[in-house]
């Protein structure tokens, strides 16, 4: 059974007519925000590559990148799951008409699960499930009828399961993301939809988790890399355009031009960001986690329970450690400075939080920062963090073409490969040492909040968009933390007075 094209032309597109919530999508695909203006890029190739996941067919253009190894790596750790993935979906790979069931639902749910940023950017996942579910009735009945199956009764309460499973997803979609860098922990999962004590229904709970972790990994893999040249961007845009007035003109032809030509661009590798071993293993980690959890006598699918249990594994000091390492590699990874991941590990994380905090109150900063379940907009921070240490350590390198704020130039990234594998250690523990003292600062600021337990333990979120979308703030913190000596007391205490806490239960 083909994907069905009364909701998706052309194998990556939303169709033109009477598609549920077309305008929204018209707009999101071929006339994004400004905010969002690689989506015409973004959009369809999270369909293609969603699609090319659960088929297992990673030779899809651009869904694995890097040297041959690399992607031989990431592909071994992929197919490590693979079955487990088919199991958890409830397909048998020998029943091609289930797999092309799911392939359409979820080219469906990767079609719409940002819809939410046709209103705003910030917190489009909940914004885009209350549109999806409450903004026009007329329409999400019409969304309920389109994910009917062939030969499937009208009376039947699956497209109904599906519509609320592509809410779900949409609710949800980043979460996996956001825990495998660092700003997410494993009680963020508790969220996800269709959690109940009743253990009959605990394989659509893990169905439902599983599409959610799929998605999440289409969507990090077809992430437009910021070293597209600006010429593909704009004839990307320029093409999607054009698909707006051949619609709005009823041109058939003229769309059928314009689409073959924006797949031509989508399809290049050059497009995408890929996988790459580390996120594929830290996604699927933490998927595996999941699912065990929900499974567990003691959890048995019980939403409340499981929050229980999901708090009690990270607030293991392994699981600190490990997350503290996302935060450090993802923050270096993705502002050039990914030359520094190879001196990062494990054991300095834990040597840096033990020698700065002692044994006992690492303990104690275990507990609190399981609690910290959402770290908002924290990356773009931290990326701050890791320039001013390098800029501050190429100071003698002479005169270098600066980047931005939160990533380093060409030069800078070059000159910083140049640097001994001691003058690298070296950046690497002060950027470790400051990310720890900025984290503990904040757990300390709300500590009493942080450490209720038992069967009052709650989940809190913190908003850090303030530290870096004011100019003037982001510049002095950051100078007083990363430049100035003996200063950092006094950003530890603007950060704390920056930052705000929020509970999630």
Known sequence: MPVPNHLITHNYFPASGEVPFGPELTKLFFDPPKDNGDFMIHGPNVIRLTRALL???LDAEGLLLGPQDEKDRTSDIYLRYFAPIHVALEMDEHDREKLHKMEFFMAAAAMYHDVGKTIRRANHPQIGANLLRNFDQAQSNRLVKALQYPGESDDSQSKHHRFSLICSTTQHHDKFGVVSTGEGALPIFSDILYFTSNEKVIDGIVKN???VMLLNLGDIAAVVPATLPPATRDEAARIAKEVVAHRAEGKKDGEEDTLRALTAIITNPACCLGLKPRKVWEVLSDWQVLVSSIRDEGVLGNRGRLKQRLLYLEQNPARTIQRILRLLTEATDTCNARVLSDHMSQTL???VLVGALGSHHFQTFCRQFAAAVKLDY???FFKAIVCAVIRKALKDAGVLQQGSWNALSAEEAEM???LGAHEAQNIVNE???LFIKVLHGIMTRYAEALEAGGLDARRFGFQMRDLTSDEKIREAIITLLCRENAKDHIALT????????????
Do not use: G, H
């Open 431 to 433: 950027i470790t040492s």
């Open 494 to 505: 603007w950060i704390a007075d920056e930052v705000t806490i929020w509970s999630m239960d």
């Open 55 to 57: 088929s297992n067919r």
């Open 416 to 418: 910083l490969a140049t």
């Open 209 to 211: 988790v599983t599409a």
């Open 378 to 380: 924290a990356l773009n």
């Open 349 to 351: 994380v834990e040597s």
